[in-house]
Structure formats: C-alpha cells, structure tokens
Nanobody, 123 residues
Framework: QVQLVESGGGLVQAGGSLRLSCAASGRAFSSYAMGWFRQTPGKERNFLAA????????YYADSVKGRFTISRDNAKATAYLQMNNLKPEDTALYYCAAALGRGLRAAYDVDYWGQGTQVTVSS
C-alpha cells in the first residue's frame, strides 16, 4: 500500500504562485510514476501533470503548460507541483496520484490518491 498526503494549498491572488507537496509512504517511492489532478464540484477529475522516475520525463496538460512544473525528491519521498501565474479558473481541489507499471495520463491509470488540498485563486 502507498499513502499520499498533499499540502501547500491555500488562497492566492491571480498572478501569484503556490507550491504543492505530496509526501509518499508505504512502498518504494521511486517505483511509482507521480502525477497531479484537480477537480471542481460536479465535474470530472482532470489530469494536470505527471513525472516518471526513470529518465525524469514530464508531461503536462495544455491548460497548465508553461505555468506549472512537476518535480520530485526521492530522498524525501515527495513530489511537488510548482504553480505560477495562477488564474481564477485554477481554483479547484488538487490531488496527487501514484501509478505503478503504467503511464499516468488519466484517472483510470491511478493506483493511489491523496486526500486533496484546496487551491483558491481570487480575482
């Protein structure tokens, strides 16, 4: 089993920045691809970004390219999402996710989810 705990959400003005953290425990952190998703009430959980431990490859949804950066620190068993130039439409509950033995590009790829952290961007 893998446990994921997000932190770093909060209230920020449009144009500002936040860094989300996802601390992993329970199994070897380096064995999993990691990703970030977000969801608003009544809507689907959408893919934002993913990082592969082998080769450190990254992939981003078009909506966040150039603004969000995913990274990892294996020594701390933690993944991060640096969010810059935030917009009101970025307001959502943000989830980190882990996938073993597959690519991480959609919710059905996910083996483990964090509990979510709220990000609110004011105008």
């Amino acid at each position: 089993q893998v446990q994921l705990v997000e932190s770093g959400g909060g209230l920020v003005q449009a144009g500002g920045s936040l860094r989300l953290s996802c601390a992993a425990s329970g199994r070897a952190f380096s064995s999993y691809a990691m990703g970030w998703f977000r969801q608003t009430p009544g809507k689907e959980r959408n893919f934002l970004a993913a990082i592969s431990w082998v080769g450190d490859n990254t992939y981003y949804a078009d909506s966040v390219k150039g603004r969000f950066t995913i990274s990892r620190d294996n020594a701390k068993a933690t993944a991060y999402l640096q969010m810059n130039n935030l917009k009101p439409e970025d307001t959502a509950l943000y989830y980190c996710a882990a996938a073993l033995g597959r690519g991480l590009r959609a919710a059905y790829d996910v083996d483990y989810w964090g509990q979510g952290t709220q990000v609110t961007v004011s105008s």
